[in-house]
């Protein structure tokens, strides 16, 4: 049994749901995100209020894609409801960032700057040292503010680096080198 795969979800005001061919569409005031129902899934919509079920809930693997299903269409509906952001902090002396258009432009210490397209469905903000990664896509908008940090990770000797705001980055202690003795 799947605890979260029971759980009914409550469509928001303004948002509307359609199953067809497997595949839910959610709209809302923000966009239209569409997910595919794993198999053996089914979803039973009663107005505003969505639940999945599955032909033996005992069955683990039928219980995991019951959850997960569940989970994609909230995210999916909360997405195009309130849409998702996620920020990063760039730390370093020189480190510079700049937009120019939709695409990002990075200065993060090697001999040239990097430059970010920003995926389709994706918005980029600057603000002082703060790159601010929004869109309907949850997992749009992890996988892109993921890719900008792996452009230059935070190093834990200085702490030099891109990260996401809120991070905790542990910091290591340099060499120690020893006095002379004579």
Same mark, same amino acid.
């Given at each position: 049994?799947?605890?979260?795969?029971?759980?009914?979800?409550?469509?928001? +005001?303004?948002?509307?749901?359609?199953?067809?061919?497997?595949?839910?569409?959610?709209?809302?005031?923000?966009?239209? &995100?569409?997910?595919?129902? !794993? !198999?053996?899934?089914? &979803? +039973?919509?009663?107005?505003?209020?969505?639940?999945?079920?599955? !032909?033996?809930?005992?069955?683990?693997?039928?219980?995991?894609?019951?959850?997960?299903?569940?989970?994609?269409?909230?995210?999916?509906?909360?997405?195009?409801?309130?849409?998702?952001?996620?920020?990063?902090?760039?730390?370093?002396?020189?480190?510079?960032?700049? &937009?120019?258009?939709?695409?990002?432009?990075?200065?993060?210490?090697?001999?040239?700057?990097?430059?970010?397209?920003?995926?389709?469905?994706?918005?980029?903000?600057?603000?002082?040292?703060?790159?601010?990664?929004?869109?309907?896509?949850?997992? &749009?908008?992890? +996988?892109?503010?993921?890719?900008?940090?792996?452009?230059?990770?935070? +190093?834990?000797?200085?702490?030099?680096?891109?990260?996401?705001?809120?991070?905790?980055?542990?910091?290591?202690?340099?060499?120690?080198?020893?006095?002379?003795?004579?």
């Amino acid at each position: 049994m799947s605890r979260i795969g029971k759980k009914p979800i409550i469509l928001p +005001e303004g948002v509307s749901c359609e199953l067809k061919d497997g595949i839910v569409a959610v709209k809302g005031p923000k966009g239209e &995100l569409s997910v595919a129902l !794993p !198999p053996k899934v089914k &979803l +039973e919509k009663n107005g505003q209020e969505i639940t999945f079920t599955v !032909p033996v809930p005992e069955n683990s693997r039928q219980a995991s894609f019951w959850g997960l299903a569940r989970t994609l269409v909230a995210n999916a509906a909360e997405g195009v409801q309130n849409g998702y952001s996620k920020q990063l902090d760039i730390n370093g002396v020189g480190y510079k960032i700049a &937009l120019q258009g939709p695409d990002l432009n990075l200065s993060v210490g090697f001999s040239h700057p990097v430059e970010f397209k920003a995926p389709q469905g994706i918005t980029l903000a600057v603000e002082g040292n703060v790159i601010t990664v929004s869109g309907i896509d949850k997992q &749009l908008v992890g +996988e892109t503010a993921a890719q900008i940090r792996a452009i230059k990770p935070v +190093e834990p000797y200085k702490g030099k680096g891109i990260k996401y705001v809120g991070e905790y980055v542990r910091r290591k202690a340099g060499k120690v080198v020893k006095g002379s003795t004579g």
